[in-house]
Structures are given as C-alpha cells and as structure tokens.
C-alpha cells in the first residue's frame, strides 16, 4: 500500500471533526500536520477544538499550526448557527493540554512541500485562506506537490449542485472567495468535493445510519452522536461534506469525477462565492480543465467506509 501524506487544512466544525476521524482511522494516510483556519468558528475556537480532537485521537504527535484569523479582504464571519458555539456540536471534550507547533500554517505547508514534493497532497476542508497564502508565498508550490482536495463548491453538475449560504454559493468559497479564486487560478491539480454530491440524498448519513452508530455505544460512537445530534435532527440527517473530501483520497475508486474550467465569483450582487463552470452553450469546457469535481459516489462503498472508519475507527 502507498502511503499518502497529507496536511490537513481544517476550521473544525463538526463535519470536519468526522473527517479527522477518517483521516486518523485509515491506515492508507498519514497527517503531517493539522493546520487551522476561520470558518465554521473564530479560528481561537477552531484551533481549540483541532487540539481537542487530536487529544482524544491520542495523536498528540502531530503537529497544530494556526493559521488565518480571517479572509484575505473580507469580515469574519461564522456558522456557529450550524455548528453550535464552540464548532463542536453538543460535545464537550476537555480543555486541551498540547502545545500549538511553532511554525504558521504557510510555514508548515511550504518546508513540508519542500520535503515531500509529490508524495504531498493538501486537504483543505475550510475556507482557502491558506492555501491561498501559501501558494502566494511560494508560487511554484502548484507544481511541487501532488495535489489539493478540497471540500468547496457548488458547480451545479448535479441536481444538488447549488448554494449554502446563498443561492449559488457554498460556504467555504464564499466565506472567502478571494482566496479560493487565487487557489482555482493557481494550477495546482485540485479535485472538489462539492454539494453536487456531498447534499445529495443517496449520499447523506441517514437517520438510520445514524441509530446505528448510536448503538455501537463506544466512546468514539458517543462523540460522533454529540457532535452531530444537533444537525441530524434539524436536516434530517446529514451531509458528509469535509468527510467526503478526505474519502476521496482514501480511495478514490469510490468516485467519478469530471473535469472542468472553474473560476470564482467575487463581486456579484447576488452570486459572490459561487463556484462557475464554464459551459458556454451547453459544453462543459475539458479541454481547459483546472479541477476534477465530484459527480458521483458509489453510496454503498463510501457509507461502508464511514462506518467502518469514522464509526467503529
Ligand atoms: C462546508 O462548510 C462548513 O460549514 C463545513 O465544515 C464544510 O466544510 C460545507 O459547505
Ligand atoms: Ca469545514
């Protein structure tokens, strides 16, 4: 088995506490470092909750680099409507002991580029602000590392491909589009988990599946639970978003991608953070490709993996 490195780019969040589980549970990745960004919550909150989760994954060896306190241009916003004021849902883990890692995020990002070069893949399952900063940093980074999966997007190349927090636009871009348009113009070969699959029905945590976790009555099932109760409850059910990113790496067989020309809307009235195709009468343009998109997922192999990796760990 090839192992793949990855950093993972986070603002935990409670979907992105799942994808810590994924990524800590499957034997085919290793994390070089967690680096944090605002976005769910305030990025104190959301670095807080990085250490807490790496405590109760018992991975304290793995170093947490802080990174932006807010976008490149924009205000600060939030989601805390969605993930609850800590960013953890209804879990309350202990106040962290472990030492943040000296180094920044960018700092991190670009000796680990240096070190690794191709066998590094970026996973960036927040706002870009980072990404968008390291790549400003060092421009030739795109074409050291392998690559960059993101959780981002609303392509509308499915039925589900529309906005979160607008019509069109999804939070993560939209939080800071700025970011994400110097990241989609960067040429670093990028694929997105978007919400043309992460909010499709087929695809979600089910209710269902959901009692089932509940039942296997371990301490990592009970954080699972009171991380997502909330949000379960509300939605009836719940979409996989930064779990379904980190999946992809893990293995990639379980997704069809198609390739496409993605450029980001900064400006709109009604549009900004929208994540634009180019389909000029009615052609999705290949040839000029700058991302994979997530177009469908094989729902019983990835639910598979969720419960055996995220659930049972
Ligand atoms: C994305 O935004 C955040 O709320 C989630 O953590 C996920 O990364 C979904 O739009
Ligand atoms: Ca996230």
Not at 51 to 78: I, M, N, S, Y
Not at 262 to 281: A, I, P, Q, S, Y
Request: with cysteine; glycine share 8%.
């Amino acid at each position: 088995m090839t192992l793949k490195h990855i950093i993972l780019d986070t603002d935990p969040g409670v979907d992105d506490a799942l994808a810590f589980l994924l990524a800590f549970g499957s034997p085919e990745l290793t994390v070089e470092a967690v680096t944090t960004v605002a976005g769910n919550v305030s990025h104190e909150k959301g670095h807080r909750n990085a250490k807490q989760l790496l405590e109760f994954l018992g991975r304290t060896d793995v170093p947490v680099c802080g990174g932006a306190v807010r976008p490149l241009v924009r205000q600060l916003r939030h989601a805390e409507e969605v993930h609850g004021e800590t960013g953890l849902g209804g879990a309350s883990l202990p106040e962290p002991k472990m030492k943040s890692d000296n180094r920044s995020a960018v700092q991190v990002i670009h000796q680990k580029t240096d070190e690794l070069g191709k066998e590094l893949t970026l996973v960036a399952v927040g706002p870009l602000t980072n990404i968008a900063a390291a790549v400003v940093g060092d421009p030739e980074l795109p074409s050291k590392v392998n690559g960059l999966v993101i959780m981002g997007g609303a392509f509308n190349l499915t039925p589900y491909g529309h906005g979160n927090v607008s019509a069109v636009a999804e939070f993560n871009v939209w939080h800071d589009p700025d970011a994400a348009k110097i990241v989609f113009n960067s040429s670093i070969p990028m694929v997105c988990a978007g919400l043309d699959t992460t909010t499709h029905p087929d695809y979600r945590l089910s209710v269902e599946m959901f009692k089932e976790i509940e039942a296997l009555g371990t301490r990592r099932s009970q954080l699972i639970i009171d991380l997502c109760r909330g949000i379960v409850e509300r939605f009836n059910g719940f979409s996989l978003h930064d779990p379904m990113a980190v999946a992809y790496l893990v293995d990639p067989t379980i997704f069809k991608t198609r390739r496409c020309r993605v450029d980001v809307e900064t400006c709109g009235e009604l549009t900004k953070g929208m994540t634009v195709v180019e389909r000029r009468h009615h052609r999705i343009v290949e040839e000029e490709a700058n991302a994979e998109v997530i177009v469908e997922v094989d729902a019983k192999r990835f639910h598979r993996l969720i419960m055996d990796r995220v659930a049972r760990g």
